[in-house]
């Protein structure tokens, strides 16, 4: 089993930025990809971005060239940097990761989740 811890999310203005991190613990060793989706009242999950063990990312036509994805392998740890945060990127952000073998947008872990609201 994989437990996953998120923080970083807050209340923030339009155009301000974030950054949210994600640490795991427990089977270390059976994750490939990590990764982020969202949540927001009233509509569907999102996947948001993901990067796999070996560094390939992976994003959402939604978060590409203001969200950017990393990595460090040595602290199992994840981070999602949100730059021009608009108010539709308001909601619930939770951390995933997926099995080796696994596509990269593939979960089965995730962790508590992180609220983030873009005021306008």
């Known amino acids: 089993q994989v437990q996953l811890v998120e923080s970083g999310g807050g209340l923030v203005q339009a155009g301000g930025s974030l950054r949210l991190s994600c640490t795991a613990s427990g089977s270390i060793a059976s994750i490939n990809a990590m990764g982020w989706f969202r949540q927001a009242p009233g509509k569907q999950r999102e996947l948001v971005a993901a990067i796999t063990r070996g560094g390939r990312t992976k994003y959402a036509d939604s978060g590409k060239g203001r969200f950017t994805i990393s990595r460090d392998n040595a602290k199992n740890t994840a981070y999602l940097q949100m730059i021009s945060l608009k108010p539709e990127d308001t909601g619930v952000y939770y951390c995933?990761?997926?099995?080796?073998?696994?596509?990269?947008?593939?979960?089965?872990?995730w962790g508590q989740g992180t609220q983030v609201t873009v005021s306008s």
């Open positions: 995933y990761t997926g099995p080796r073998g696994g596509n990269i947008w593939a979960f089965d872990s």
